[in-house]
């Protein structure tokens, strides 16, 4: 009898034993785990099927920090969640991190050194699933403009030369705006792109008196660069010009016609120079002479010719404006017509000593220089029948100086 008792409690044992918690068949068997998890509202994550990389911006400079957003999809079209991994092929890519189901954002902050595609390739996969997205990117504003070009030049340069720029961010990236030059003693071209950021412009110096620094800026933005080219003044140089003015004597006043031919050399701030002139003008007189029967009208025409040499200096007051003086002497053609109420005119022509001085004040523009000047002459006696006596005009002329360089 006793056998059949302890096999009876055995049983039992193994009976409670089989109830136990600890000796659950799901704690044994994982899928039943897994089996009971999903009775109780915790769903398997779906497979992922398609993968989208978008950003927080469309464009992005040097430094910023912007945001990459990973979409991941199961089969359906449906968000699900899987391990989102995000790799660049420039800049720094922080963590990844889960912002909702199928929702994944990570930090890129851009290099300050900009790639040569001006791109960011981003990728992002999981699995043996992938996307990619490209991310256009910018220069900054531009910090810096850098100017080359040659520290002196000859000022009668007649090919112009050419400063180089380059336009630049904070960070030394190209950047892609266009410049714009000037220049107070030059002529400054459009400036012409030769490559991202960089530019060249055109310089043409005018010409000078005396040497001077010339500054040319350039800008861009709000920032501004400067280059300063010492211009040299020529050494010698030849000029020719016309002059017109009015000249004065005790005679009355006349229209006065004149040309010049001069060669300078220049001396620092000075110049001193040899020049040929010629002048034209004429004066008249009319008045009555009593004659046999009465009054008789009587009017007269005098020209001169004169022809000189001088002398010349002058000095540079500034980099444009020279005052300059002269003094010469030659001959002078005197003509004269003498005409009388009921009789034939008679003209004469003789020659006559002529000494000649003149101040002048000049100012550098273009090929040459416009000037003002005040020249006064002496024209001795030349032994007409109808003038006698010197004559000391004063000639008040505007002219223009064309170098010949």
Do not use: C
């Amino acid at each position: 009898m006793a056998a059949p008792v302890l096999l009876s409690l055995a049983a039992v044992v193994a009976l409670l034993a089989s109830a136990s918690p600890s000796a659950s068949p799901a704690a044994a068997d994982p899928r039943l785990a897994a089996h009971a998890a999903t009775r109780r509202g915790s769903p398997e994550p779906r497979p992922p099927s398609d993968l989208l990389v978008d950003f927080s911006t469309t464009i992005a400079h040097p430094r910023e920090v912007i945001t990459v957003s990973v979409h991941v999809r199961d089969a359906a079209g449906k968000p699900t969640d899987a391990a989102v991994a995000v790799d660049s092929d420039s800049g720094e890519v922080g963590a990844v991190e889960r912002a909702q189901e199928g929702l994944y954002r990570a930090r890129l902050t851009v290099p300050t050194a900009l790639p040569g595609t001006r791109s960011l390739f981003v990728i992002a996969h999981t699995g043996g699933i992938s996307a990619d997205a490209i991310l256009p990117l910018a220069p900054g504003p531009v910090a810096t403009l850098r100017l080359a070009g040659p520290a002196t030049l000859a000022a009668d340069r007649l090919a112009p030369l050419q400063i180089d720029v380059a336009v630049l961010d904070a960070f030394g990236n190209p950047a892609e705006v266009i410049p714009a030059a000037h220049a107070l003693h030059g002529v400054v071209g459009t400036p012409a792109r030769v490559g991202p950021g960089r530019w060249v412009v055109d310089y043409q110096p005018r010409r000078v008196s005396a040497d001077v620094d010339d500054e040319v800026s350039v800008e861009a933005g709000a920032t501004r660069g400067t280059h300063v080219v010492r211009l040299l003044a020529a050494a010698d140089w030849a000029s020719f010009g016309p002059r017109l003015g009015v000249a004065f004597d005790a005679g009355g006043a006349g229209l006065a016609v004149s040309g010049e031919a001069s060669m300078w050399h220049r001396l620092d701030d000075l110049r001193v120079g040899f020049a040929l002139d010629v002048a034209w003008w004429s004066l008249g007189r009319s008045g009555t002479a009593r004659g046999p029967g009465g009054p008789l009208s009587l009017s007269g025409d005098r020209s001169y010719l004169p022809l000189t040499a001088s002398a010349a200096a002058g000095r540079a007051l500034g980099s444009r404006l020279t005052a300059w003086a002269s003094l010469g002497g030659g001959a002078a053609l005197v003509m004269t017509t003498a005409r009388l109420s009921g009789q034939p005119s008679a003209s004469e022509a003789g020659w006559a000593p002529a000494a000649t001085a003149a101040l002048g004040l000049d100012l550098r523009a273009g090929m040459g220089a416009p000037f003002v000047e005040v020249r006064g002459s002496w024209i001795g006696d030349p032994g007409l029948k109808t003038l006698s006596g010197s004559v000391w005009p004063i000639l008040v002329q505007l002219g223009y100086r064309f170098d010949a360089r």
